[in-house]
């Protein structure tokens, strides 16, 4: 080795050893930088949120006797520090807290920050979820209606963001290479707090609210394999909303569902009826996956789909059809087929 050689060695070596010596541990130099917050610290409590369609995108509605508050707009001019889209109470970012003061504020003022529910754009309630896990044959008589055993634990299979759909929506039957369109009455956990593994006695304590859904359907793709993937992940084949409860409010695991078509009731049932409830799902999934603040589970359907239905009266959802799903507390959900 040349004598430049080794001065260089030996004085690059002294100066990382310098380097390394100025560094605190990397637990240390971690602690000196503030963890960005990912969750609230407290789940709200006593609030129906909604997501509100706005020129410049997805912004939070609020639900007063008044009618639909505008947060962004209220927060626009008020400036209380609340979080102005439902990702962001999610996140834990802005004063929750801060929406009852816009409430107040925007209260005394003209109606331009509230919205009548039925004037309203809305958007998903819940607009980007990390992961959207469905339930099947959830419901003793659902299962029994399709002929199979009721299950020992729970089914799982997933949709995709690319199916978050609205009350109001529309799906796109017409577009699709599938026949055999269904519908599918579900209430919607919201997680509001991240966990592995979380115990069944700590599983509400995860849980943000309830919204209602629906697990929109094509049966032809989904029996192609033993996936049923295909079949639940078209766009736009999870609408949801319009409104998310908090979990104080209501009790999941005894709800009426109903879902018509066209003025028709297809579906009445109660959420008693599930085979597995909602802690129980909750700490299921958390066995197998990390749940994380904003992730959506479709807890599984009634009976009266028209998959149950005897063959020769099977007529399956076409374009033009009206669906509304309703659920105790949680409101109705319409969309329709074009």
Not at 13 to 20: D, R, T, Y
Not at 194 to 200: D, F, L, Q, V
Not at 205 to 212: E, M, P, Q, S
Not at 326 to 332: D, F, M, P, R, V
Request: hydrophobic share 35%.
């Amino acid at each position: 080795m040349n004598q430049d050689r080794r001065t260089f060695l030996k004085t690059t070596g002294l100066v990382a050893a310098a380097a390394a010596a100025t560094l605190p541990p990397e637990s240390e130099a971690a602690a000196q930088v503030p963890a960005p917050t990912s969750e609230p610290k407290e789940l709200p409590k006593g609030m129906t949120f909604a997501t509100l369609r706005r020129p410049d995108g997805y912004g939070l509605g609020l639900r007063t006797e008044r009618g639909v508050l505008d947060v962004a707009a209220a927060e626009r001019d008020f400036r209380e520090g609340a979080p102005t889209t439902i990702d962001a109470v999610f996140k834990g970012q802005g004063d929750v807290n801060a929406l009852r003061r816009l409430a107040d504020k925007a209260g005394a003022s003209p109606d331009r920050y509230f919205i009548a529910p039925d004037k309203a754009a809305f958007g998903p309630c819940v607009t980007s979820p990390e992961k959207i896990i469905c339930i099947g044959l959830n419901y003793r008589k659902h299962a029994a209606e399709t002929g199979n055993p009721v299950p020992k634990q729970p089914i799982l299979f997933n949709k995709y963001n690319t199916a978050l759909n609205c009350c109001g929506g529309e799906i796109a039957a017409s577009k699709e290479k599938a026949e055999k369109f269904d519908y599918e009455a579900e209430l919607v956990i919201v997680i509001g707090r991240a966990g592995r593994n979380i115990a069944e006695a700590d599983a509400l304590a995860h849980i943000f609210g309830y919204c209602t859904g629906n697990d929109f359907t094509a049966r032809d793709l989904q029996s192609r394999s033993s996936q049923w993937m295909l079949g639940k992940s078209l766009d736009g084949s999870g609408p949801i909303g319009p409104w998310l409860v908090t979990a104080d409010q209501v009790d999941g695991d005894n709800l009426k569902i109903e879902c018509r078509v066209n003025g028709e009731v297809r579906q009445s049932s109660s959420t008693s009826d599930m085979v597995f409830n909602c802690k129980q799902l909750v700490s299921y999934i958390s066995h197998h996956m990390t749940l994380k603040a904003g992730d959506i589970i479709f807890t599984g359907t009634p009976e009266g789909v028209i998959s149950g239905y005897p063959k020769d009266k099977q007529v399956w959802l076409k374009p033009g059809d009206k669906v509304v799903t309703s659920i105790e507390k949680l409101g109705e959900l319409t969309f329709t087929l074009t």
